[in-house]
Structures are given as C-alpha cells and as structure tokens.
C-alpha cells in the first residue's frame, strides 16, 4: 500500500504570519492535528499540536505569536507513492506524528493514526473519518 492510497482530502495550510489563535481554530475547525505552512506555494513547516502545546507551556500571546516562529521547520516530506510500511518506520525512527505528503505541492498531511490504520486494517481507513 502507498501513501496516496491513504489520501482523503487536501491538507490544511496556512501561512507563516498566521496567529497562533488562527492557527489553532483553525484546527478545530479542520479536526486535524497539524497544518502545513506555507510560503510562495512551497511547504516551510508544520504546526503541530505540540508546537501548539510548547507555546502555551511557554506563555506566548496566542493573539500576537506568529506560526512561523513555532513551526516546525523544513519537514521530512514523503511522495504519494512511498510505501505506508517504510513511513511506519519512519515515524518509530524519528517519534514524529504527522507525515507530509507531498508531490508538486503539498498532497496531505497523514497522522500516525492513518498510518496504523493502513497496517493493522486497510479496511477500516474508509471508516476513521465518516
């Protein structure tokens, strides 16, 4: 099986002079747990929940913080065709948690989650997201 195998929707993106407060609607809004960030249509990082999470342990003005300063920068990015068992080890390798997927532009943004899914039981990724 291959990343593009696991694609639902497009990934979410925003732009690195978000605000942290937009950033994190908007994840709500999206149900995801990361978001692409993007600059001149090119993939400069990702905010994750955690990013999310290290801000506010750090006390920032989700008003006033930027996304492109708690990014994480120049994500490892994977092509649609990778296959979802090397990514697996990726994601045991690195501890990440989200996957970007990424052909001429930014395809998806997998989680560890749809990762599993796609391992354990293919046929259930159809039902993980009603």
Known sequence: MKLRDLIENSAETMGPASTLREAAM????GEVGSMGVIDDGVLIGILTERDILDAVA??????QAVVGNHMTRNPDV???????????EWLLETGYRHVPVVD???SAILSIRDILAA???PGRIQTLYP
């Open 26 to 29: 908007a994840m709500v809004a």
């Open 104 to 106: 001429d532009d930014i």
């Open 119 to 121: 391992l354990v039981d």
């Open 58 to 63: 750090m006390g920032v003005d989700f008003d």
């Open 78 to 88: 994977f092509s649609p065709d990778t296959d979802v068992a090397q990514v697996a």
